[in-house]
T-cell receptor, first 114, second 110 residues
Framework: EAQVTQNPRYLITVTGKKLTVTCSQNMNHEYMSWYRQDPGLGLRQIYYSMNVEVTDKGDVPEGYKVSRKEKRNFPLILESPSPNQTSLYFC?????????????FGQGTRLTVV | DAKTTQPTSMDCAEGRAANLPCNHSTISGNEYVYWYRQIHSQGPQYIIHGLKNNETNEMASLIITEDRKSSTLILPHATLRDTAVYYCIVRVVGTDKLIFGTGTRLQVFP
């Protein structure tokens, strides 16, 4: 089954403790992206990657890092999480940059930073 | 990227057609209109997209006005499982960035 898988689904952590949210897709998609969703603000893009070893900032990249060493994986790294990073996070993938193809989203990771 | 305007919420009776409007008056010639929906807090789900012609798939129909300044998503026979937030998005050809607004919360009632 074609899917985007995020782990963990739920995470509670403390301020300053590094964490990684994993994202994996099994569709051989070139494009992958991370969004965060906050009440009243909709989904906002954090980082995106157009291919292996190619990443770029989205609209709200501060406090986040990403890597794209393999086509299927696109982990989101919070080096020193803060309470304002408490949010619902979604990973997405799409077949190829520039084509009008649909994006597939993961089921989300609800992160709470205390 | 063009901005979109959608009603905050709508109701629809089960079995009836749900017509969800979207205004995108500043849309450019190379921007596509996409519709996604989000059920509860799950990941957004693609529904349909189009440039200037009307489109139909197994989920819905998309009607785009001739001047492309607005569009309507039609769910022909709404079911309770169609209750969700529906997002209308315009996307520039050549990019994969999706700019989500606050969407329309559709409530389908029995």
């Amino acid at each position: 089954e074609a899917q985007v898988t995020q782990n963990p689904r739920y995470l509670i952590t403390v301020t300053g403790k590094k964490l990684t949210v994993t994202c994996s897709q099994n569709m051989n998609h070139e494009y992958m992206s991370w969004y965060r969703q906050d009440p009243g603000l909709g989904l906002r893009q954090i980082y995106y990657s157009m291919n292996v070893e190619v990443t770029d900032k989205g609209d709200v990249p501060e406090g986040y890092k990403v890597s794209r060493k393999e086509k299927r994986n696109f982990p989101l790294i919070l080096e020193s999480p803060s309470p304002n990073q408490t949010s619902l996070y979604f990973c997405a993938s799409a077949k190829q940059t520039g084509l009008n193809t649909e994006a597939f989203f993961g089921q989300g990771t609800r992160l709470t930073v205390v | 990227d063009a901005k979109t305007t959608q009603p905050t919420s709508m109701d629809c009776a089960e079995g009836r057609a749900a017509n969800l409007p979207c205004n995108h008056s500043t849309i450019s010639g190379n921007e596509y209109v996409y519709w996604y929906r989000q059920i509860h807090s799950q990941g957004p789900q693609y529904i349909i997209h189009g440039l200037k012609n009307n489109e139909t798939n197994e989920m819905a129909s998309l009607i785009i006005t001739e001047d492309r300044k607005s569009s309507t998503l039609i769910l022909p026979h709404a079911t309770l499982r169609d209750t969700a937030v529906y997002y209308c998005i315009v996307r520039v050809v050549g990019t994969d960035k999706l700019i989500f607004g606050t969407g329309t919360r559709l409530q389908v009632f029995p």
